[in-house]
C-alpha cells in the first residue's frame, strides 16, 4: 500500500530542489508589502506640508486610526467583542500623564514602553477572567472593566485630578530637541505618525503571521480550533494583551500630545466612537481603520460647523446605511466592486 503524497509547505521538485507548497506561496505574497501601501503614509506626509494650520486635528486622526487599529487586532482578527476598550487607552493616557507630573519619568519615547507595560498588564490579567466568557456577557464584561477604572481615577482624584485631570503634564523634548509645544503642533503630528507607523507594521506583522492566521480561524470557528489542538483560551488572552498594549501606547500618545489627561480617556464615547470607526471603515481589513477613522472625523467636523446641534444625525444615517447595504464598511464595499470587476473579466 503505497503512502499518501506530502503535502507539507516544502515540495519536491523534479530536478531535486524543493519549493513551498501553494498555500504557502499565498501566504508570502500576502505577507509581502505592496506599492500602494505607500499611499496613506504619502498622503499624511503630503498633509504635514500641505496643510499646516490643521495639524492639531491630524494629530488627533493620527491617534484614533492607531487606537481603531489595536480594535481591530481584537476584534475584527480574534473576534473578541469588547465595548470598553477604552479602559486600556486611559491606563495608557494615565500612566504617562502620572509620571510625568509628579517628576518619575518625562521622557517620551520610553514613557510609551511604560504606557504599553501598563495597559498591556491589565489587558493579561482582564482577559484570563473575561475571556472565559462570550457573546453579550463578554461584552458587558468589557465595558463593567472599563467603567471601574474610570470611576477609580475620578476617586483617586489625589493622584489623577480626579474629574479635573491633570493639566499642564511637562513632556520632554523628543531625543533632548524637538519639543511639544501647545500652539505649534508640528512635533506632536510627526511623533504621532512615527508611532503609527511603527505600530502598524507590529500589527501588520501579527495579522500575517501563523498567529494572526490561527485568530482568524478561531473567530471563524472556535470548536474546530480545538480540536485541532490549538490552545484557543491562551491565544486570544495573548491577542488581547498585545491589542491592550497597543491601545496604551495611542492613550500615551495622546496625553503628550495634549500635555494633558482627564477621565474622557476612560470614557464611554471614546469606546463607543472606535467601534463606530471599525464599522465605517471595514474590521479584520487592516486599512479600515485608517478608512473609517478619516471619514468619522472628517464628518464630525464639517458635520458640527453646518449643524451644531444635529450633527450626529448625519452621522447616525450613514453608519445605518453602511450597515444595511455594506457587508463589511467601505472596504468591504470596495473589495465586492473589485470581486465583480474580475468576475466580468474572467467571463
Known amino acids: 500500500m503505497t503512502a499518501p503524497p506530502d503535502t507539507s509547505a516544502a515540495t519536491t521538485k523534479p530536478g531535486g530542489g524543493s519549493e513551498l507548497h501553494p498555500a504557502a506561496q499565498a501566504m508570502a505574497a500576502r505577507h509581502r508589502p505592496r506599492a500602494w501601501e505607500l499611499l496613506p503614509w504619502l498622503a499624511a506626509v503630503a498633509f504635514y506640508f500641505a496643510l499646516p494650520n490643521h495639524l492639531g486635528f491630524g494629530t488627533e486622526l493620527l491617534i484614533v486610526i492607531l487606537f481603531a487599529l489595536s480594535l481591530d487586532l481584537a476584534l475584527g482578527y480574534a473576534g473578541i467583542v469588547t465595548l470598553g476598550h477604552a479602559a486600556f487607552f486611559g491606563v495608557g493616557a494615565y500612566t504617562v500623564g502620572m509620571l510625568a507630573k509628579y517628576g518619575v519619568w518625562t521622557e517620551p519615547i520610553t514613557g510609551l514602553f511604560f504606557a504599553a507595560v501598563a495597559a498591556g498588564v491589565v489587558g493579561f490579567l ?79 506583522t501579527i495579522v500575517y503571521s501563523p498567529f494572526g492566521q490561527s485568530l482568524t480561524g478561531i473567530r471563524e470557528n472556535t470548536l474546530r480550533m480545538h480540536s485541532v489542538g490549538a490552545p484557543v483560551n491562551m491565544r486570544l488572552v495573548t491577542c488581547y494583551t498585545i491589542s491592550a498594549a497597543i491601545a496604551g501606547v495611542a492613550g500615551a500618545v495622546w496625553a503628550q500630545a495634549n500635555l494633558y489627561v482627564n477621565l ?44 451644531p446641534t444635529a450633527w450626529q444625525l448625519g452621522l447616525g444615517l450613514l453608519l445605518m446605511a453602511i ?25
Open 126 to 204: 482582564s482577559g484570563l477572567v473575561l475571556l472565559r466568557t462570550a457573546g453579550l456577557t463578554l461584552l458587558m464584561l468589557t465595558l463593567c472593566t472599563m467603567l471601574l477604572l474610570e470611576e477609580a481615577a475620578n476617586l483617586g482624584h489625589e493622584w489623577t485630578g480626579g474629574f479635573d485631570g491633570l493639566a499642564d503634564v511637562p513632556i520632554d523634548p523628543v531625543f533632548g530637541v524637538f519639543e511639544f509645544n501647545p500652539l505649534y503642533l508640528n512635533t506632536q503630528y510627526v511623533y504621532a505618525l512615527c508611532v503609527l507607523f511603527v505600530g502598524f507594521v507590529i500589527v501588520r
Open 323 to 347: 450597515a444595511l447595504f455594506a457587508r463589511n464598511g467601505v472596504i468591504g464595499i470596495v473589495e465586492a466592486f473589485l470581486q465583480r470587476r474580475r468576475g466580468r473579466g474572467a467571463s
Open 264 to 307: 474622557s480617556t476612560l470614557g464611554l464615547d471614546r469606546a463607543a466612537t472606535v467601534l463606530i470607526i471599525l464599522a465605517l471603515g471595514g474590521y479584520g481589513r487592516l486599512y479600515g481603520a485608517f478608512v473609517g477613522a478619516i471619514l468619522y472625523m472628517v464628518l464630525s467636523h464639517y458635520l458640527a460647523k453646518a449643524y
